[in-house]
Nanobody
Framework: QVQLVESGGGLVEAGGSLRLSCAAS????????MVWYRQAPGKQRELVAG???????NYADSVKGRFTISRDNAKNTVLLQMNSLKPEDTANYYC??????????WGQGTQVTVSS
């Protein structure tokens, strides 16, 4: 059974930082693509950042230069370092694992709230 567990969300002032973590189990992590999404109230879920099995990264324009995605295959974990946070970054953040077979698995989400 594949499980993804996010952690690290919370309340932070604008300009602050948070680091989100997503731990995977029940699947071969090193060959999977990992992606962070977020969804704010009343808005569609949007891609924030992704990292391939080879470590190639991509980011939404809105977070480029502020967020960094990384992975630790030894710990089956993907991280999202978020710096210079803005109130518009407030959302529920989800990690998604896309397996080598193309199946998608989602975590339960972690709330990030940035106060102005």
């Amino acid at each position: 059974q594949v499980q993804l567990v996010e952690s690290g969300g919370g309340l932070v002032e604008a300009g602050g930082s948070l680091r989100l973590s997503c731990a995977a189990s029940g699947i071969i992590f090193s060959t999977s693509v990992m992606v962070w999404y977020r969804q704010a109230p009343g808005k569609q879920r949007e891609l924030v950042a992704g990292i391939s099995s080879q470590g190639i990264t991509n980011y939404a324009d809105s977070v480029k230069g502020r967020f960094t995605i990384s992975r630790d295959n030894a710990k089956n974990t993907v991280l999202l370092q978020m710096n210079s946070l803005k109130p518009e970054d407030t959302a529920n953040y989800y990690c998604k694992l896309k397996s080598v077979l193309g199946n998608d698995y989602w975590g339960q989400g972690t709330q990030v709230t940035v106060s102005s």
